[in-house]
């Protein structure tokens, strides 16, 4: 093998390193980017439940009533 051979095979390696460290970061990037979403959506259906129970513990004014800053 030639000099340019071992310098073009080493520039090939280099890139081959630089992109698998890459995709790795990327990957765990989306694994915690999923994660978080999930908590999230807990999260969400969480508050939802609670509001729903809110709401349905909540007693309606009478229409004819006067707010209670009148």
């Known amino acids: ?3 340019d051979d071992e ?3 080493m520039r090939l390696e280099e890139l081959v390193a630089h992109q698998q460290a890459a995709i790795e970061d ?3 990037q989306l ?3 999923w994660k978080e979403n ?3 959506r807990r999260d969400l259906a969480r ?3 609670r509001f729903e ?3 349905d513990g909540a007693e309606a004014p009478a229409a004819n009533q006067k707010p209670p800053h009148w």
Do not use: Y
């Open 1 to 3: 093998m030639n000099a």
């Open 7 to 9: 310098a073009r095979l």
């Open 26 to 28: 990327l990957s765990r």
């Open 31 to 33: 694994t915690e980017g």
């Open 38 to 40: 999930e908590k999230l």
């Open 47 to 49: 508050l939802a439940d």
């Open 53 to 55: 129970e809110l709401e």
